[in-house]
Every structure is written in C-alpha cells, then in structure tokens.
C-alpha cells in the first residue's frame, strides 16, 4: 500500500484567514515533503522532512509554515496569503530519510492527491 | 540549459496506437529513473522506476534508460482513451527520495476514441 491522503480536498480562503493542510502516511516512511504546483508546471520542492526534522525549506515566504508532529502526520499552516499563492498542494513520501542509502526495493517519492487551494 | 528537458505536447493519437514520451537530462549524477502519470488536477502517481541503463517492461508500459545519451523513454502499448494524461518524468542521484527528484515539464498526452 502506496497511500498518502490530503485534507481538504479543496480550500477557498480570504487573504486575512489562517487555515491548514493536513498530510498523512502509515506506511512507515522517513521522510514527507510539502509541493506547490501550478497549472501546467511541474511539481515544485517547498519543505522536505526527514525524521521529523526540516531538512530542506527551498526559500518559501514564512507564510507558509510546516509542521511535523509524528512521523506519519505533516501540517502546511497558511496565513495571510496572496492570490498568487492558488494552486496545487501536493504532500510525499518515502522510504528513506534524507542522506540514507537504500538497498532495497524501489523507493521514491509517492504522492498524495492534492489540496487544491484559492486565495480570493 | 535546463536539467532535464520534456516537450509540455500536447501529444494526441488515436486509440490503439503505440505512444512514446521522452526525455533527456545533463546531469550524469542522475541513476534513478521515473514516471509519473497525473490527471488533470490530481496528484502525480508513480508509473515506473528504473534504475541505470536498461528496460523495464510493466503490463503496456516499458520504461526505457540510456545513460550514455542521456536520453530516457516510456512506451505505452495497445493505448487507451484512459492514458490520457501528464506524463512527469523524474530523476534523482541517490535512491531514496529524500535527497530530492528533478521533474521534466511533463508531456500533455491525449488519446483520441
């Protein structure tokens, strides 16, 4: 079982509102990861956790704040964000913690389906 | 240069047909390959992994790796209207996720009934 689920599905939020993305995983993996996406883009890395630990921020406004409270859980809490903030949330996860090496079977990166969120 | 390189499509072509998406990277650190198919406002799911050089074949789809070209490819056999899809390819140095994936823009696919 391969499964990451995403609450809420959807999100529609006023620019003044704090709300907040909620990701989890019981497949016993080390590391979560946060994604915005845009329409017709790839992907793109915000927060990687290893071991409950914030191993990467790639330079995301501090609106964004990440949360780790167990190993299966991760929380994106919103605040005062901007209409250009709309998109795609995508939560991870894998196998192997941040600067393992893996003998296993395969491991990447599996994703959850997604918060699409909108700002007004 | 872009480290990996993906043409966004669309791609369209009948039911039936045999579809082939590529991509192609600059990084020689990259070992592990994969793709991601996503529907429109999902998220990616994980299609195929390779590691190194070589093919893999699973059901209708064989995921193809040359190192020496920097080049790889995903067949999709017998395709379906229900192919259609982004097709993300991925790539990372180590084998685990967490040292993080390098994304193509993705390829539009559409499989005309």
């Known amino acids: 079982d391969t499964e990451v689920t995403q609450t809420p599905k959807h999100l529609v939020m006023g620019m003044t509102n704090k709300k907040s993305l909620k990701c989890e995983q019981h497949?016993?993996?080390?590391?979560m990861y946060w994604y915005k996406q845009k329409a017709k883009k790839p992907p793109e890395l915000m927060f990687v956790?290893?071991?409950?630990?914030?191993?990467i921020n790639e330079s995301v406004p501090s609106r964004f704040s990440p949360e780790c409270p167990n190993s299966s859980l991760l929380n994106l809490h919103l605040h005062a964000l901007q209409p250009e903030d709309s998109a795609l949330y995508l939560c991870?996860?894998?196998?192997?913690?941040?600067?393992?090496?893996?003998?296993?079977?395969?491991?990447?990166?599996?994703f959850g389906p997604g918060t699409r969120l909108t700002v007004l | 240069q872009k480290e990996v390189e993906q043409d966004p499509g669309p791609l369209s072509v009948p039911e039936g047909a045999i579809v082939s998406l590529n991509c192609t990277y600059s990084n020689s650190a990259f070992q592990y390959f994969m793709w991601y198919r996503q529907y429109s406002r999902k998220g990616p799911e994980l299609l195929m992994y390779?590691?190194?050089?070589g093919n893999k074949e699973d059901g209708r789809f064989t995921a193809q790796v040359d190192k020496s070209s920097k080049y790889i490819s995903l067949f999709i056999r017998d395709s379906q209207p229900s192919d259609s899809a982004t097709y993300l390819c991925?790539?990372?140095?180590?084998?685990?996720?967490?040292?993080?994936?390098?994304f193509g823009k993705g390829t539009h696919l559409i499989i005309q009934p």
């Open positions: 991870a996860s894998s196998q192997v913690g941040q600067g393992e090496t893996w003998a296993g079977a395969e491991d990447t990166q599996y």
């Open positions: 390779t590691y190194s050089s």
């Open positions: 956790y290893s071991y409950e630990k914030l191993s």
């Open positions: 991925a790539m990372s140095g180590t084998g685990g996720g967490a040292d993080g994936l390098t």
């Open positions: 497949m016993g993996h080390r590391a």
